[in-house]
Every structure is written in structure tokens, then in C-alpha cells.
């Protein structure tokens, strides 16, 4: 993962939640994390990591994500074991 993954992620678990983030940093963190993504019907993005399954809409026709959207890929990242590292 490189730093540009690692702030999205550190974004991604920010408190206030962020609106705007764009999908395509999300989805390239998802994919330096070793997620399986795959095209869904539609808009949906289904992604696996960790055995941990979920299912997205990618949003359109802006490339800002949605609070919403932020806080459940957070949660998604936490179900898989995915965390920003502690500052020391």
C-alpha cells in the first residue's frame, strides 16, 4: 500500500466523515489491499476481502462519494481487519 492508499484510508476512517472522497481512490485502496472487485449490475461494485463480502454502488454521475458510502466501506474495512496504522 502505498501513501496515497494510506490517506485514503486514514480519510476513510476520519472523524467528521468525509464528503469528498471519490470513488476511484476508494476503489484503488481497495485493490492495494488485495480485495477481489468485481463489476455488479449496474452501477454495484461487489467486493471480497478477508471473507468478508459486500456490495457498492458506485456513485454517479459525481465522482464524490457519499458519507454514507464512506462510513460503510469503513465498516467494511473494519470487518476484514483493515485499519490506518497508530501514530506514534
Do not use: Q, Y
Not at 501513501?3 to 485493490?31: K, N, V
Not at 462510513?71 to 501514530?87: K, S
Request: charged share 35%.
Amino acid at each position: 500500500m502505498n501513501s496515497r492508499h494510506r490517506r485514503t484510508l486514514g480519510r476513510i476512517f476520519a472523524d467528521p466523515t468525509p464528503a469528498d472522497l471519490r470513488w476511484r481512490d476508494i476503489e484503488a485502496l481497495l485493490r492495494a489491499a488485495r480485495a477481489e472487485v468485481s463489476e455488479g449490475a449496474g452501477s454495484r461494485v461487489h467486493v471480497v476481502l478477508a471473507d468478508v463480502r459486500a456490495v457498492f454502488h458506485r456513485p454517479h454521475p459525481s465522482p464524490e462519494t457519499r458519507r454514507g458510502l464512506v462510513r460503510a466501506v469503513r465498516d467494511f474495512l473494519a470487518a476484514a481487519g483493515v485499519r490506518p496504522e497508530e501514530e506514534r
